[in-house]
């Protein structure tokens, strides 16, 4: 699958959407895919602190647990409180209803350090 291209990724197979000082972060069709049927996500609180690439999370599906790590560090602004009673939103439309948590970002640089779209895919199909 050809990766949106206004989105940036992180080799733990989560995407971030920036839009000046906040960004909307996601896991990818490929980490979708690869986990199957989305029953259960667990997220941070709003007001939460996080760290670039720390472990922020957890999705559960039919065939396994992950943990959900974030690209971008900052405070969670929101979370995406549909997923409660429809987490295979995430299956469904990972790059668009199924978003994760929104962040306002404490560190805007840090956008260097993760993947472009063309980038990710070397990764994802490998």
């Keep these: 699958m050809t990766q949106p291209s206004d989105l940036l990724f992180s080799k733990e197979h989560e995407w971030v959407r920036l839009d000046g000082e906040s960004a909307t972060i996601g896991i990818t069709d490929y980490a979708q ?56 939103a995430v299956n469904r439309d990972p790059y668009g209803a199924g978003w994760l948590i929104k962040v306002r970002l404490s560190n805007p640089d840090e956008s260097k350090r993760l993947l472009s779209p063309a980038e990710y895919e070397k990764i994802a199909a490998e």
């Design 33 to 88: 895919n690869a986990l199957g049927d989305i029953v259960y996500v667990e997220l941070p609180k709003v007001g939460s602190q996080i760290e670039q690439f720390a472990n922020v999370g957890v999705i559960e599906s039919v065939k396994a647990v992950s943990d959900l790590f974030t690209p971008t560090s900052g405070e969670v602004i929101e979370v995406n409180e549909a997923l409660e009673d429809d987490p295979a």
